[in-house]
């Protein structure tokens, strides 16, 4: 058999068929679709599947999933992989910083993203910018400051798993703590926002003339004549004193906020706990402060499926924590492509497409689902079709009522339940 039928391979697979070549084998999980004739399944001749030309076989081999695509892949759709692995570091006494905006990642419209580190002591310079600044923290402890719009201070230090959230505009600062500073991820509320391009307080000082600072603080002029003349963006200071220390220190009369602009995600409720893994939802129902970001920590087991759904409200940009795993969306087309992701990787899907990610490895696999958007909205595929007419979904898809009527109805993030 040369070109295998959707049909032909179910029949081979039932007849339970000795023989079955390398190509058939490949075409164990059902062959490609009859049309178009895409993918390795249709291949009779192997020259069709070298890639003789120039080519990098360490970088090349860790998308196994583009050099051999899954035979039920089809079609093409724009590039929804991306990683910080391969994004340069601007390093600096203090940390370093590195990101994957729009520019360097075209489908990422609704978010930017920053990877950065500070040293123990390490300071990201007070500073503020145009769209708002929603971060997880990825290791150690960092300390956080902010000033909400009726100029009540905030401070708090924040530890692995930690989120923070600053509205659009209000001005904040970063600093490592001991014993090794920080590393975290930041999610900017708009794909082209640039961590290079945000708005740092010591270039407006130096931009100032003298007097109008001298006005401005009611200091003489005199006081600002060692003020840095370029930005600091990243540098090495102190290890603050203790937190309950600098809080006093920042206190206003206006009080201080009324919600917290840090949240425990790691400590969060699981949402959705099974067999297979579980959920973890920040959003501004649980982070008030939170108002156009919201996010899924989403940890699946060795084994196990995070189950086909999409997300009505929002596109989905993904930062991969832990473990190894691969993910196909599903387009209009038809498309289906499918990408593998390390830790340190970005994923990316579009509102409403359909999508599900695969445990490739033996260890549990964690990754972070970000939107832009107040509330954390799933459709569950499984979920839909349990809850539509019996007889129609039987019909449509040629199964048995009895197989429609076992589909799972509590919508599982992950499966096995
Ligand atoms: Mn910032
Ligand atoms: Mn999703």
Known sequence: ????????????????????????????SFGNPDSPPQGAVNVTNPQSLTIPGPH????????????????T???????FWASFNLAQRRIQDGGWGRQVTQADFAISSEISGVNMRLSAGGIRELHWHQQAEWAIMT???????????????????????????????????????GPDGAEF????????????????ATDWMAHTPPDVLAKNF??????????????????????????EDVRNAMASKA???????????????????NKGGFVQIAD??????????????????????????????????????????????????PAANTANFHPGDIGYVKKGLGHYIENTGNTDLVMLAVFRSPRYEEVSFSNWLAHSPPDMVAATFNLDPDVVASFPRGAPDMMPE
């Open 1 to 28: 058999m040369n070109r295998m039928s959707r049909r032909g391979v179910i029949a081979a697979t039932a007849a339970g068929g000795a023989a079955l070549g390398a190509t058939m084998a490949r075409a164990a």
């Open 56 to 71: 990098d076989s360490g970088l090349a081999g860790t998308m196994p999933t583009f050099l051999d695509p899954p035979p």
């Open 185 to 200: 991820v930041l999610a900017f509320d708009n794909g082209v926002s640039s961590e290079f391009n945000t708005l740092p």
């Open 139 to 177: 290791y150690g402890n960092c300390r956080v400051t902010v000033l909400d719009a009726q100029g009540r201070p905030y401070v708090a230090d924040v530890t692995e798993g930690d989120l923070w959230y600053f509205p659009a505009g209000l001005p904040h600062s970063l600093q490592g703590l």
């Open 284 to 333: 501004s129902s649980n982070f008030k402060v939170s108002t156009t970001v919201a996010a899924g920590l989403v940890t699946i087991r060795p084994g196990a499926l995070r189950t086909m759904h999409w997300h009505p409200n929002a596109d989905e940009w993904q930062y991969y924590l832990k473990g190894t795993g691969r993910m196909t969306v599903f387009d209009a087309g």
């Open 73 to 79: 892949d089809v079609g093409s759709m724009p590039e």
């Open 255 to 273: 009080g201080a906020p009324e919600f917290p602009f840090t949240f425990s995600l790691a400590q969060a409720p699981k949402v959705s706990d």
């Open 218 to 243: 009611g200091v003489p002029a005199e006081a600002f004549k060692n003020i840095p003349l370029q930005n600091r963006w990243i540098f090495q200071g102190t290890v603050p004193p203790p937190l």
